[in-house]
């Protein structure tokens, strides 16, 4: 299993961006995905998750309208779009996914708001 994230940067308050992760090694249509996220000093926290069709999204509270995590089965790769973002929305954002009940992790892509 892999899983690589990319398509972070640095962005100014407001600006918007898509994450992408790019997943191979399991049959990706068949799993949930989410994006976490892990601001300094702060415990690592769910941002949204997706289910194995795309048919249904769940979302943090601090994110609701301002995220959208989407998926292409095609493609395998689940995206976040993230847009009005703020200083705090300053992360290394990951991707996971749960299969046979372990844990598979991207090793991140860093987002960093500022002005």
């Known amino acids: 299993v892999q899983l690589v994230e990319s398509g972070g940067g640095l962005v100014q308050p407001g600006g918007s961006l898509r994450l992408s992760c790019a997943a191979s090694g399991f049959t990706f249509s068949n799993y949930y995905m989410n994006w976490y996220r892990q601001a300094p000093g702060k415990e690592r926290e769910l941002v949204a998750s997706?289910?194995?069709?795309?048919?249904?999204?769940n979302y943090a509270d601090s994110m609701k309208g301002r995220f959208t995590i989407s998926r292409d089965n095609a493609k395998n790769t689940v995206y976040l779009q993230m847009n009005s973002l703020k200083p705090e929305d300053t992360a290394v954002y990951y991707c996971?996914?749960?299969?046979?009940?372990?844990?598979?992790w991207g090793k991140g892509t860093l987002v960093t708001v500022s002005s």
């Open positions: 997706i289910t194995n069709t795309g048919g249904s999204t």
């Open positions: 996971k996914t749960r299969r046979f009940g372990m844990d598979y």
